[in-house]
């Protein structure tokens, strides 16, 4: 059985029971709020390992819970919400969602999803047997402990969130490579990559805010036009 546990915020009790209930059966210890300041509080008085949000909720929506939970942890975060546009996911994704699911929903994917994103948290909080021999990266003043997960630009800590940490850390350990969106994301979200998607390009553009001097003009993240994105030794 699964001892992490996931916090569900939906205004809906339909849709909280409904995800609830088929956490349970996949071994989840489940918190449950309906509104976005019962989720701040429960965030800060549990320990939690996930979070399903939706966006349009009561006193506190999604998009503002997320930035807030955002300034002091970096569980993985999916928003779950009817609100389908493209320009809805990029606001989502850009507060610092590690994914985002339309509701109606696949119970089976969001199931999908949610062990996805606790796989790789759990991965990146050190919960693994494997050991990298070479925990140090250096390259142009960006510097990785994979060990720690520290990432350090010309010795300042950036705060990154599991997902963006792991597309440095793709394009880190494989410098001067050019990598195609499609495979940033079919590598990083483990799911096959759909013409418009745009979830790299959001999540790419966010690690810039965090990293680079002039986010307009990258020198550690670079663009290849029409290709894809690299970091140079």
Same mark, same amino acid.
């Given at each position: 059985m699964s001892s992490e546990k996931i916090l569900v915020v939906d205004d809906d009790k339909e849709i909280l029971n409904l995800v609830g209930f088929n956490l349970k059966n996949e071994g989840y210890s489940i918190l449950k709020a309906? +509104? /976005?300041?019962? &989720?701040l509080k429960l965030v800060e008085s549990t320990?939690? #390992?996930l =979070?399903?949000?939706d966006i349009m909720m009561p006193k506190v929506d999604g998009t503002e819970v997320c930035r807030r939970v955002r300034m002091t942890k970096n569980i993985p975060i999916i928003i779950l919400s009817a609100k389908s546009s493209e320009i809805d996911k990029v606001i989502g994704l850009s507060t /610092? &969602?590690?994914d985002y699911v =339309? @509701?109606?929903f696949s119970t089976v994917e969001l199931m999908a999803r949610v062990k996805a994103q606790l796989r790789r948290y759990m991965y990146l909080s050190g919960n693994n047997n494997e050991k990298s021999k070479d925990t140090l990266i250096n390259l142009n003043g960006l510097q990785i402990n994979k060990e720690t997960f520290e990432v350090k630009v010309y010795g300042k800590e950036i705060n990154l969130t599991k997902t963006e940490y792991e597309i440095v850390l793709l394009m880190a350990e494989n410098p001067n490579r050019v990598f195609p969106l499609e495979e940033i994301f079919e590598r990083v979200w483990k799911e096959k990559y759909f #013409? /418009? +998607?745009n979830t790299v390009m959001v999540h790419i553009a966010r690690i810039r805010e965090k990293l680079e001097e002039n986010p307009r003009e990258p @020198?550690? =993240? @670079?663009?290849?036009w029409g290709v894809g994105y690299k970091i140079e030794s």
């Amino acid at each position: 059985m699964s001892s992490e546990k996931i916090l569900v915020v939906d205004d809906d009790k339909e849709i909280l029971n409904l995800v609830g209930f088929n956490l349970k059966n996949e071994g989840y210890s489940i918190l449950k709020a309906c +509104n /976005g300041e019962e &989720a701040l509080k429960l965030v800060e008085s549990t320990d939690i #390992q996930l =979070i399903i949000l939706d966006i349009m909720m009561p006193k506190v929506d999604g998009t503002e819970v997320c930035r807030r939970v955002r300034m002091t942890k970096n569980i993985p975060i999916i928003i779950l919400s009817a609100k389908s546009s493209e320009i809805d996911k990029v606001i989502g994704l850009s507060t /610092g &969602a590690d994914d985002y699911v =339309i @509701k109606p929903f696949s119970t089976v994917e969001l199931m999908a999803r949610v062990k996805a994103q606790l796989r790789r948290y759990m991965y990146l909080s050190g919960n693994n047997n494997e050991k990298s021999k070479d925990t140090l990266i250096n390259l142009n003043g960006l510097q990785i402990n994979k060990e720690t997960f520290e990432v350090k630009v010309y010795g300042k800590e950036i705060n990154l969130t599991k997902t963006e940490y792991e597309i440095v850390l793709l394009m880190a350990e494989n410098p001067n490579r050019v990598f195609p969106l499609e495979e940033i994301f079919e590598r990083v979200w483990k799911e096959k990559y759909f #013409q /418009g +998607n745009n979830t790299v390009m959001v999540h790419i553009a966010r690690i810039r805010e965090k990293l680079e001097e002039n986010p307009r003009e990258p @020198k550690i =993240i @670079k663009t290849v036009w029409g290709v894809g994105y690299k970091i140079e030794s």
